[in-house]
């Protein structure tokens, strides 16, 4: 888990969330807010796990975001809490990594109008990531596993306004 910033075509400042799970790499959740906060945060974490079965830990860094609401909530989901030590990025490096890959990938060609327009860019994007893109540590597979396609005509389909494709046969 991890939060970075997005700034806006007025200036303003952005602020993503990222929940990821390590065994695949697959990008379980986003939010997007102008204003992070212990209870937004906590909030996102709830809807992240949803039904699903909650996550045994949790890695993060030390941001000031997280608060005691936070904490209280990781606690009353049974989610054992692993603070990344101070200043040590290293010890995140899934999220701050993917964070990068965010970067590089779509935000550095994509002017973000609005919290509604970068919840679009990174839906779009997290589709991308975890349905196609491949993942040397995965033998090449995506976070989530594709059958192998029969033998036909490819067809190529724009992810993000072209600026990704996505190959497929039909």
């Not at 007025?10 to 969330?17: D, H, I, P, V």
């Not at 040590?88 to 590089?104: H, K, T």
């Amino acid at each position: 888990m991890d939060l970075f910033v997005v700034p806006t075509i007025s200036f303003r400042l952005l602020y993503g969330l990222l929940i990821v799970g390590h065994g695949r790499r697959q990008i379980l959740w986003f939010g997007v807010t102008a204003h992070p906060t212990a209870e937004w945060i906590a909030n996102q974490l709830t809807e992240a796990c949803g039904w699903e079965q909650a996550p045994r830990y949790l890695i993060r860094d030390r941001d000031r975001a997280y608060g005691e609401v936070f904490i209280r909530r990781l606690r009353s989901m049974g989610i054992r809490d692993r603070p990344t030590s101070p200043r040590s990025p290293w010890q995140n490096g899934y999220a701050e990594r993917l964070i990068g890959s965010i970067r590089r990938e779509c935000l550095d060609y994509v002017v973000v109008f609005g919290e509604q327009h970068l919840r679009h860019v990174l839906q779009s994007y997290m589709n991308y990531y975890n349905e196609t893109r491949t993942h040397l540590s995965l033998d090449k597979d995506a976070p989530l596993s594709r059958t192998v396609e029969r033998a036909g005509r490819i067809l190529c389909r724009p992810i993000l306004g072209g600026l990704h494709h996505k190959y497929v046969r039909i």
